[in-house]
């Protein structure tokens, strides 16, 4: 039985009376505004001085990495007015704030007062500046030792019955040399629990690009944008989550290439961009990016995609010359199945489910017909559904038939979405880790690793609520608010005999925790990395497969802060003790070291500490890019992919969860969604202005949304209604507001990504 206090802790967002204004969604991005924005937030955290100084180090060849997503940097030249974005500059202004949680705040409030406060009142409190400790029944954090944090750690772990009753959980924002000494760490405690937020997000790209081209990574370069015809741009809000992606749209447009975009919603980001580093366009009222948008409805890609290549095949059937069968032939199979497949379709049928007129699929053809390369573009939208996948495999088909892959200017460009997921999962941050691997690690290192299979984020959620997992350790991330099915997976962490989080900054997955919870204050992106030999830099992995260096210059928020492989390093050594042969301090006194072991263990990594010095980085090597399919059958796939079977009521709408353009993942900059013409407030619900009419709903009206999965409802209360330009029965709200309506045990089918893009709800108007 939950005691009266507990009982007052929020897992969720509280409902905070907002006094939000709606204005007209804006058609262009960036530009001025957006200079005002970064200015904002830069000198509103930091000093003038200090705030411009580190403007001009991020993303430049001797300074950090920023980190926010994971578009890469121009290979060859970085600008010297800088290459950062307005989000950037929201990502860097809240590390680099001079605000701290110190041990004071924390005895100032008590957890379960600070879980009253909304996510924006919690991350903007400032850094983390000592170790703190949550013992069982005391109300208050208080302040811990790292020598006595590392000791509880290690004698907890290793008073479990079996390694697998601990999970092990990485954010997208840990450096390649902590990731790596991380997973070395945990297997040779004896486990591969190593979930990760890749899988809440791009793991169905993974599944998808695995099986149909041999590896899971896109497989364009950031130069392909400047060579292609035609780029198609899926589910993904660039303006918002990539933004210095659309610089590369707007060269890829002066150039001659085609725009066409598909997305539920009209984003200003995907119609048209002010770059606010040109006079020129400063001056202008901006360049058009998208030639053709196909407002889709929610997770109806492969009907509009079929419906393009069946007009496609028609074509070629007709007059020849739009396939290539050069390249059919020569590197790929099930040609013919999916041929028999598009053969039964009926454009007229796919376009009417898709939500998009015949004449706009014809154009989409013709423009797609036209192209002699393309490049296809993706995130969230694509792959957050329980078909996530088969999206993704559709998208590859069509790629395949215009025989756009392995060559200039074409190609898959999933983007991810944090600065070095990829590089993590490059790293071994894996759960089904691939033997070739494991013995690699074993032959380096002289131990037996674990080889069964780990937990995925959802199987470590099932596991810590079952009771089958007690001790929870997480490297960045705010579990808590990032996973579905809010108030689920508060109770699995409650569970635990153990959380620890390593952070930056305080989140609410710190206020909902384990009998003890541990919060592990790490070093910044931005912040100085001094170890015994002297200054380090870390590296990382873009969407690209560049890997490259990130040097930290500011000094750290806090002296008791350690870096993430320091962290992992003096774990290590509490919890393995003898057991492990392995010189941990060997490893972070220089990460030179740690880089050695990778170059030993990874492949593409040979020379890493010579290469990774060298402007810009290397590339990885990437099968696909190279035309060289690593797959099955050892040739690009193609496959036959159902159209979605969503079989909504006349009172059921799918709902999908977005960012607001003030919001990177869980982390809240500000409480406006500039772009969208959302300002002051997050509880908000996007909703067709026929649908209102027909529910009897007006803006400003409140409503409750309701979920029932299994006979199971859930409810996320009190959104204020908001006419937007979205096809009907879709709803658009934020996350992690809306995260408590997303069932666990409701995921993408072979990657378990969350159905986070494609949840059917319920309006219920708040008398
Ligand atoms: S595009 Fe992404 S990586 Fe580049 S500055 Fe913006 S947020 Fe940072």
Redesign the pocket.
């Known amino acids: 039985m939950k005691s009266e206090y507990s009982q007052k802790i929020k897992a969720q967002p509280p409902i905070k009376e907002e006094n939000i204004t709606i204005e007209t969604p804006k058609e262009v991005a960036a530009g001025l505004p957006g200079v005002i924005a970064s200015a904002k937030h830069i000198f509103g955290e930091m000093q003038v001085t200090g705030g411009l100084k580190t403007l001009f180090k991020?993303?430049q060849f001797n300074g950090f990495?920023?980190?926010?997503?994971?578009?890469?940097?121009p290979d060859h030249h970085r600008s010297r007015l800088g290459?950062?974005?307005?989000?950037?500059?929201?990502?860097i202004a809240e590390e680099a704030t001079a605000k701290r949680v110190n041990p004071d705040f924390f005895a100032k409030y008590t957890v379960a007062e600070l879980s009253n406060y909304s996510d924006y009142w919690i991350g903007k409190q400032g850094r983390l500046t000592h170790p703190m400790i949550l013992k069982p029944g005391e109300r208050h954090y208080k302040k811990i030792s790292w020598v006595e944090a590392f000791k509880l750690i290690g004698k907890q772990l290793n008073e479990l019955a079996s390694p697998n009753e601990a999970i092990f959980y990485t954010s997208g924002r840990t450096s390649n040399e902590a990731a790596f000494l991380y997973q070395l760490f945990v297997r040779q405690y004896g486990t591969n629990n190593l979930p990760d937020c890749s899988n809440m997000c791009h793991e169905s790209s993974g599944v998808a690009l695995g099986e149909t081209l041999g590896i899971g990574k896109g497989s364009v370069k950031l130069e392909d944008f400047y060579q292609t015809d035609l780029i198609l741009i899926l589910g993904q809000n660039p303006g918002t989550?990539?933004?210095?992606?659309l610089s590369a749209l707007k060269i890829a447009k002066e150039k001659g290439a085609k725009i066409i975009t598909i997305n539920p919603l009209p984003e200003a980001g995907l119609m048209r961009f002010i770059n606010p580093q040109q006079i020129s366009s400063m001056a202008s009222s901006g360049t058009a990016l998208t030639d053709l948008f196909l407002q889709v409805k929610i997770n109806e890609d492969i009907a509009l995609l079929k419906a393009i290549m069946k007009l496609m095949l028609d074509e070629e059937e007709q007059n020849g010359g739009v396939f290539d069968h050069a390249f059919i032939n020569q590197n790929t199979v099930g040609y013919q199945e999916l041929i028999a497949d598009l053969k039964t379709q009926s454009v007229a049928d796919l376009a009417a489910q898709a939500g998009i007129s015949l004449i706009q699929v014809t154009e989409a053809a013709q423009m797609i017909m036209e192209a002699k390369t393309m490049i296809s573009c993706w995130a969230m939208g694509i792959t957050q559904h329980k078909n996530g996948v088969n999206n993704i495999r559709e998208i590859v088909n069509m790629l395949l038939l215009k025989g756009s892959i392995g060559k200039p200017g074409a190609g898959t460009c999933p983007v991810r979405g944090h600065?070095n997921v990829q590089g993590d999962r490059t790293m071994g941050i894996w759960e089904k880790p691939k033997p070739a691997f494991l013995d690699k690690l074993q032959s380096t290192f002289n131990f037996e690793p674990p080889r069964a299979n780990g937990y995925n984020t959802v199987e470590a959620m099932e596991a810590m609520y079952e009771g089958k997992a007690k001790v929870f350790f997480a490297m960045g991330g705010n579990f808590l608010s990032a996973t579905p099915d809010t108030e689920y997976t508060a109770k699995a962490l409650q569970n635990c005999e153990l959380t620890v989080q390593v952070s930056t900054k305080l989140n609410r997955s710190h206020l909902v925790h384990g009998k003890t919870a541990l919060i592990l204050p790490c070093l910044g992106r931005t912040e100085l990395d001094m170890q015994a030999s002297g200054k380090q830099f870390v590296t990382v992995e873009?969407s690209m497969g560049v890997v490259h260096q990130s040097r930290g210059g500011l000094k750290p928020a806090s002296p008791f802060l350690l870096s993430e492989p320091k962290i992992v390093a003096q774990l290590a050594k509490a919890t393995l003790g003898k057991n492990s042969k392995t010189d941990w301090n060997k490893l972070v006194d220089n990460y030179d070291n740690t880089r050695d072991a990778i170059e030993k263990v990874i492949p593409g990594f040979e020379n890493y500490n010579k290469r990774v010095r060298k402007k810009g980085g290397f590339y990885l090597p990437n099968c696909a890019r190279d035309g060289d399919f690593k797959t099955a059958s050892g040739k690009a796939q193609f496959s036959v992919n159902a159209i979605s079977q969503h079989q909504l009521q006349a009172d059921q709408y799918l709902m999908m969860t977005i960012r607001s353009h003030d919001q990177?993942n869980t982390t809240i900059y500000g409480l406006d969604d500039r772009y969208r013409g959302i300002f002051n407030g997050r509880r908000i619900v996007l909703i067709n202005p026929d649908d209102m009419e027909a529910a009897r709903l007006v803006q400003g009206d409140f409503v409750d949304l309701v979920s029932t999965y299994d006979g199971v409802e859930r409810i996320a209360q009190y959104f204020m209604v908001v006419p937007y330009n979205i096809p009907q029965q879709c709803i658009a709200t934020y996350f992690p507001e809306a995260n408590v309506l997303i069932p666990y045990n409701q995921f993408a089918d072979r990657s378990h990504t969350p159905i986070s893009k494609s949840v059917v709800v319920r309006v219920r108007l708040v008398d």
């Open positions: 991020v993303n990495d920023c980190p926010g997503c994971a578009w890469p940097d290459e950062y974005c307005e989000n950037g500059a929201k990502a989550n990539h933004p210095r992606m600065s873009n990177f």
